[in-house]
Nanobody, 123 residues
Framework: QVQLVESGGGLVQAGGSLRLSCAAS????????MAWFRQAPGKEREFVAA????????LYADSVKGRFTISRDNAKRMVYLQMNSLKPEDTAVYYC????????????????WGQGTQVTVSS
């Protein structure tokens, strides 16, 4: 079992930056691929970024490529999402998720989910 707790969300102006953190519990964290998803009001949950167990392979949604960076620290059982050049359309609840195997963007492939953290970008 893996339990995930997100933090770091908040209100930021367009063009600003935030770093989201995801703290994981459970002995199998280091063997799992981890990802960030987001869900805006009235919209479906969408993939943002994913990272494999070693940190050597990453995957990004086109909408965030070049602006967001996913990383992990297995010793600390942490996953991070550095978000730069934020836009109002990045406003959403951001969720941390985990799965066995490699990085994929499909929401249903992820077994473990956090409760989410709100990110609001003002124009």
């Amino acid at each position: 079992q893996v339990q995930l707790v997100e933090s770091g969300g908040g209100l930021v102006q367009a063009g600003g930056s935030l770093r989201l953190s995801c703290a994981a519990s459970g002995r199998t964290f280091s063997s799992r691929a981890m990802a960030w998803f987001r869900q805006a009001p009235g919209k479906e949950r969408e993939f943002v970024a994913a990272i494999d167990w070693s940190g050597g392979s990453t995957l990004y949604a086109d909408s965030v490529k070049g602006r967001f960076t996913i990383s992990r620290d297995n010793a600390k059982r942490m996953v991070y999402l550095q978000m730069n050049s934020l836009k109002p359309e990045d406003t959403a609840v951001y969720y941390c998720a985990g799965k066995n195997g490699g990085v994929v963007s499909r929401t249903y492939a992820y077994d473990y989910w956090g409760q989410g953290t709100q990110v609001t970008v003002s124009s």
